[in-house]
């Protein structure tokens, strides 16, 4: 492949990447490798929504069994600490459940099974106007190649084998 053929691929990576992969928006696991399940303390799913970055375009997915779980959605904090549904929103009960976020804002969800909540199944997400991230330490390699790509084009085209 030549030089000229090799940087007209990476630009049409990159370009792809740029176009498609943000349309397409994240798709998040719920609570990682155990889901939307009773966690072992009551901070795991803070600490699991404190590494993500919820865009507007990603969608959240709540791996459970129902009806072992279900997600109750609250529009208050106050009903958040307090495992109350005085603000309630929906109530989500067929498991697995996926959530599409079109707009910014806040979303308060907990299990309303049993005392769940309490011990823990309750997540709060803050999904921002922009792009979303896993919070893997997952540098895009597009943003690179990207780069290499339109300077290689930019350059003058050197002799080949100069
Ligand atoms: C909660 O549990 C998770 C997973 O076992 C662990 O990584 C985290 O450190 C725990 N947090 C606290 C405050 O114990
Ligand atoms: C969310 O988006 C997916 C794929 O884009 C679609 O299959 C699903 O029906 C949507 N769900 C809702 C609740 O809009």
């Known amino acids: ?11 049409a990576v990159a370009v792809y990447c740029l176009t498609v992969s943000p349309a397409a928006g994240l798709h ?8 939307w399940t009773v966690p072992p303390n009551v901070t795991y799913f803070q600490d699991w929504a404190q590494k993500k970055v919820i865009g507007v375009g990603d969608k959240l997915l709540f ?7 279900n997600i109750v959605e609250v529009g208050t904090q106050d ?20 959530i599409n976020y079109t707009a910014p804002g806040d979303h308060y969800y907990f299990s309303g099974i049993g005392k769940q909540c ?8 803050t999904v921002v106007n922009g792009k979303g ?16 790509a339109v300077q290689t084009l930019a350059a ?7």
């Open 1 to 11: 492949m030549s030089k000229a053929q090799l940087s007209f691929v990476l630009l």
């Open 28 to 35: 998040h696991i719920v609570g990682g490798s155990i889901g």
């Open 63 to 69: 791996p459970f069994r129902s009806p072992l779980h």
């Open 79 to 98: 009903d958040f600490d307090h495992c109350t549904q005085n603000a309630l929103v929906d109530i989500y009960t067929t498991g697995p459940f996926m």
């Open 118 to 125: 309490e011990s823990g199944l309750k997540l709060h997400v």
């Open 133 to 148: 991230s896993s919070g893997r330490i997952l540098p895009p390699p597009v943003t690179p190649a990207a780069d290499v």
């Open 156 to 162: 003058p085209a050197p002799a080949p084998a100069a």
